[in-house]
Nanobody, 115 residues
Framework: QVQVVESGGGLVQFGGSLRLSCTAS????????KGWYRQAPGKEREFLGE??????IINDPVKGRVTVSADYSQNTLYLQMTNVTFEDTAVYYC??????????WGQGTQVTVSS
């Protein structure tokens, strides 16, 4: 079992930036993929970006605003987002996927963009 905990959510000013952290109870360096997702009320869960073997992959709708990075010594995955809008208000989730296709999810952290 792998425990995943997101942190760093809260109120963010329109046009500002946010930085979220995801800590795991086991090594994330050996994971097949380490990624971030979000889900807004009434909408489906949306893929944001992930780190795989050859580096980070960012989904087109947020490319240029989102950076995914990792500190493997701390088993921590990061999400940075700039120039946030009201559409970025959502619960943000961290996902770790093993090479065997097993997924581990955090409970999510709420991000609310204010005017």
């Amino acid at each position: 079992q792998v425990q995943v905990v997101e942190s760093g959510g809260g109120l963010v000013q329109f046009g500002g930036s946010l930085r979220l952290s995801c800590t795991a109870s086991k090594s994330i360096s050996s994971m097949y993929a380490k990624g971030w997702y979000r889900q807004a009320p009434g909408k489906e869960r949306e893929f944001l970006g992930e780190i795989r073997g050859r580096g980070p992959i960012i989904n087109d709708p947020v490319k240029g605003r989102v950076t995914v990075s990792a500190d493997y010594s701390q088993n921590t995955l990061y999400l940075q987002m700039t120039n946030v809008t009201f559409e970025d208000t959502a619960v943000y989730y961290c996902n770790l996927e093993t090479f065997g296709g097993r997924d581990y999810w955090g409970q999510g952290t709420q991000v609310t963009v204010s005017s």
